[in-house]
């Protein structure tokens, strides 16, 4: 089971942390990512990461604002997201079991926390 948490409402270039809480000790195996759905829209590709935390990948339009990270101690991984845009507003949610960009490729599903960025 994942749990996402930290969405919410921010301005334009504000800031927020997500996490994603996972029950199992097994997740510490498992690639990870983060995926948004805005209204109308399907689901993208925003992060991933590998198990250990030392290989990542981002989507081309949050290169350079968003950080994805993990502390297996506490079966958790993060998105730190800075300099929000409007366009950020959306569902995320977090995966686990694969770091592709494909979101078929992952076994396990949160139930998403909403981020909605003002202008």
């Known amino acids: 089971q994942l749990v996402e948490s930290g969405g919410g409402l921010v301005q334009a270039g504000g800031s927020l942390r997500l996490s994603c809480a996972a029950s199992?000790?097994?997740?510490?195996?498992?690639?990870a990512g983060w995926f948004r759905q805005a209204p109308g829209k399907e689901r993208e590709f925003v992060a991933a990461?590998?198990?250990?935390?030392?290989?990542?990948a981002y989507a081309d339009s949050v290169k350079g604002r968003f950080t994805i990270s993990r502390d297996n101690a506490k079966n958790t991984v993060y998105l730190q997201m800075n300099s929000l845009k409007p366009e950020d507003t959306a569902v995320y949610y977090c995966a686990a079991g694969s770091i592709t960009k494909n979101a078929a490729n992952y076994d396990y599903w949160g139930q998403g926390t909403q981020v909605t960025v003002s202008s």
């Open positions: 199992r000790r097994t997740f510490s195996m498992y690639g």
């Open positions: 990461i590998n198990w250990s935390g030392g290989n990542t």
